[in-house]
T-cell receptor, first 115, second 120 residues
Framework: AQSVSQHNHHVILSEAASLELGCNYSYGGTVNLFWYVQYPGQHLQLLLKYFSGDPLVKGIKGFEAEFIKSKFSFNLRKPSVQWSDTAEYFCAVKGGSSNTGKLIFGQGTTLQVKP | GAVVSQHPSWVICKSGTSVKIECRSLDFQATTMFWYRQFPKQSLMLMATSNEGSKATYEQGVEKDKFLINHASLTLSTLTVTSAHPEDSSFYIC????????????????FGDGTRLSIL
């Protein structure tokens, strides 16, 4: 069965620090990968997605993620975080065989950025 | 664009009552909607996939008679928690996928704001 694991449950950073959130998945076939963000009191929003092509994906608000197939990883990065990046971040995977678009989510990582 | 509205946002009710939660895609049509449950500090767990005009597909371990799903139109899906009990208290989130183009299953899901259900 597909699963997604996010290594960091709670990350605290100061503004301008660099961010990397880990995400590993288990699925042997073709996958589509996503990062979603949930700001306090808001709904989940798509940050970026990977379907195929360039494994380095750029998303909104300066975020990027790199798909490393050999490591089954899709880590999220941002060179310099801001206080407004404080939120919950979820990695998700959709197996290529699933035509329904069913997503499997990781446990989530709470990011707290100190001003 | 791609707004999903979920209603109500918060409901408190007595044990044994049934609660209906609505999920609407406001500016796009969605053949497929998804219902998730989120426990505090945990991930979203998919409960079921709601298909317009047909029966929902439930995930393993989810009681379909407990969580009734109706997807009567391309913009509305409802989740009814029947005879709710305190253990059903949770945060329920719906999402909808815009059905455009041949690879629609690759379209991103758009999420509602969620419904916090508290059963006393």
């Amino acid at each position: 069965a597909q699963s997604v694991s996010q290594h960091n449950h709670h990350v605290i950073l100061s503004e301008a620090a660099s961010l990397e959130l880990g995400c590993n998945y288990s699925y042997g076939g073709t996958v589509n990968l996503f990062w979603y963000v949930q700001y306090p009191g808001q709904h989940l929003q798509l940050l970026l997605k990977y379907f195929s092509g360039d494994p380095l994906v750029k998303g909104i608000k300066g975020f990027e993620a790199e798909f490393i197939k050999s490591k089954f990883s899709f880590n999220l990065r941002k060179p310099s975080v801001q206080w407004s990046d404080t939120a919950e971040y979820f990695c998700a995977v959709k197996g290529g065989s699933s035509n329904t678009g069913k997503l499997i989510f990781g446990q989530g990582t709470t990011l707290q950025v100190k001003p | 664009g791609a707004v999903v509205s979920q209603h109500p946002s918060w409901v408190i009710c007595k044990s044994g009552t049934s609660v209906k939660i609505e999920c609407r895609s406001l500016d796009f049509q969605a053949t497929t909607m998804f219902w998730y449950r989120q426990f505090p500090k945990q991930s979203l767990m998919l409960m079921a996939t709601s298909n317009e005009g047909s029966k929902a597909t439930y995930e393993q371990g989810v009681e379909k008679d407990k969580f009734l799903i109706n997807h009567a139109s391309l913009t509305l899906s409802t989740l009814t928690v029947t005879s709710a009990h305190p253990e059903d208290s949770s945060f329920y989130i719906c999402s909808a996928r815009a059905e455009t183009g041949p690879a629609y299953s690759n379209q991103p899901q758009h999420f509602g704001d969620g419904t916090r259900l508290s059963i006393l």
